[in-house]
């Protein structure tokens, strides 16, 4: 299988250079053709425009910031979907919502091309590390020609059901992280507001039952209240937006929705999801 990809950001540059080192022949596309350097140095192609990678690839993937990017990038100004696709499969690993997945499922489909929706959990240390967890939606027999790629960009990946199916599932563990940061933002505050070292106080959380890679990760930024970005909040306010919209209206759901949306407006969306302790702390 020769890979296409489009999309050089934070997640998809470690992704992509995982697939050269296990030995895929790959060319990129990227609307900053810049950020395709470092890959380019290690073996891969480039073309100037996305629909240029069909005479390269038997795969195309995305890993791109949102459902505008993925719509111009497939239907839009960048117009990826041409009849020299037929045949082949596009693959998008970025996070939209599941109406946008099937979106691009109808589209690919007119084109004679097979998709998955397949977005990942996991930031951008387990994409280094080929760690990501990967939610498919699309037709079984596609996830099962394409499963060894997922082996080499994930540590587990499983086919959930229809088109749309992976985008789900990804907005429901994105709003359990969304909680989870939150939940641990304010505990170390109100601890904190009660005279208890926030050091101490997250000792307690790491070592107890509720202690996660999450709090232990997060762990140091806290302490250092310094949020450089593992996963960018910007992307967790739009996951709690698209969840929203999607019929997440629980009392926790709406909270943090409205939580991260008061993040963005105060300007930490390039900062880390944790810097929403900002918001508590006024740090
Ligand atoms: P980044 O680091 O913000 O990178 C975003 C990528 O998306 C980058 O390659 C952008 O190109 C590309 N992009 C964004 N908008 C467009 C449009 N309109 N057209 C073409 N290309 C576009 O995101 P991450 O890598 O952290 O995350 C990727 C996904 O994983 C996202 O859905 C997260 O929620 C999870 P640029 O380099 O700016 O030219």
Same mark, same amino acid.
């Given at each position: 299988?020769?890979?296409?990809?489009?999309?050089?950001?934070?997640?998809?540059?470690?992704?992509?250079?995982?697939?050269? !080192?296990?030995?895929?022949?790959?060319?990129?596309?990227?609307?900053?053709?810049?950020?395709?350097?470092?890959?380019?140095?290690?073996?891969?192609?480039?073309?100037?425009?996305?629909?240029?990678?069909?005479?390269?690839?038997?795969?195309?993937?995305?890993?791109?910031?949102?459902? %505008?990017?993925? !719509?111009?990038?497939?239907?839009?100004?960048?117009?990826?979907?041409?009849?020299?696709?037929?045949?082949?499969?596009?693959?998008?690993?970025?996070?939209?919502?599941?109406?946008?997945?099937?979106?691009?499922?109808?589209?690919?489909?007119?084109?004679?091309?097979?998709?998955?929706?397949?977005?990942?959990?996991?930031?951008?240390?387990?994409?280094?590390?080929?760690?990501?967890?990967?939610?498919?939606?699309?037709?079984?027999?596609?996830?099962?020609?394409? !499963?060894?790629?997922?082996?080499?960009?994930?540590?587990?990946?499983?086919?959930?059901?229809?088109?749309?199916?992976?985008?789900?599932?990804?907005?429901?563990?994105?709003?359990?992280?969304?909680?989870?940061? %939150?939940?641990?933002?304010?505990?170390?505050?109100?601890?904190?507001?009660?005279?208890?070292?926030?050091?101490?106080?997250?000792?307690?959380?790491?070592?107890?039952?509720?202690?996660?890679?999450?709090?232990?990760?997060?762990?140091?930024?806290?302490?250092?209240?310094?949020?450089?970005?593992?996963?960018?909040?910007?992307?967790?306010?739009?996951?709690?937006?698209?969840?929203?919209?999607?019929?997440?209206?629980?009392?926790?759901?709406?909270?943090?929705?409205?939580?991260?949306?008061?993040?963005? %407006?105060?300007?930490?969306?390039?900062?880390?999801?944790?810097?929403?302790?900002?918001?508590?702390?006024?740090?």
């Amino acid at each position: 299988m020769k890979i296409g990809w489009i999309g050089l950001g934070h997640m998809g540059i470690p992704m992509a250079a995982n697939l050269l !080192k296990a030995g895929y022949q790959l060319t990129v596309w990227n609307r900053n053709p810049q950020k395709a350097q470092e890959l380019l140095d290690m073996g891969a192609g480039i073309v100037e425009k996305p629909a240029d990678l069909w005479k390269h690839s038997d795969v195309v993937i995305t890993m791109v910031s949102d459902d %505008q990017a993925v !719509k111009d990038i497939y239907t839009g100004q960048y117009q990826l979907l041409t009849p020299e696709a037929e045949g082949k499969i596009v693959i998008d690993m970025s996070t939209v919502s599941p109406e946008t997945s099937r979106f691009l499922a109808e589209q690919s489909a007119k084109h004679q091309l097979s998709f998955l929706d397949a977005p990942v959990s996991g930031s951008v240390q387990p994409a280094r590390e080929g760690t990501l967890i990967i939610m498919v939606g699309g037709e079984k027999s596609v996830y099962e020609r394409v !499963k060894p790629l997922f082996d080499v960009l994930g540590k587990m990946s499983l086919h959930l059901g229809d088109h749309g199916s992976g985008s789900k599932a990804k907005l429901a563990i994105n709003l359990l992280l969304g909680i989870t940061v %939150q939940g641990i933002a304010e505990t170390v505050q109100y601890a904190q507001n009660q005279g208890i070292d926030p050091k101490e106080m997250l000792t307690i959380i790491n070592e107890a039952a509720v202690g996660s890679a999450i709090s232990r990760g997060k762990t140091p930024s806290i302490l250092a209240g310094e949020y450089p970005a593992a996963f960018p909040l910007k992307h967790m306010a739009k996951d709690l937006r698209l969840a929203h919209e999607s019929g997440a209206l629980s009392p926790l759901a709406e909270s943090v929705y409205a939580s991260y949306q008061a993040a963005l %407006q105060a300007g930490h969306g390039d900062e880390d999801v944790m810097a929403i302790m900002r918001l508590l702390n006024g740090k």
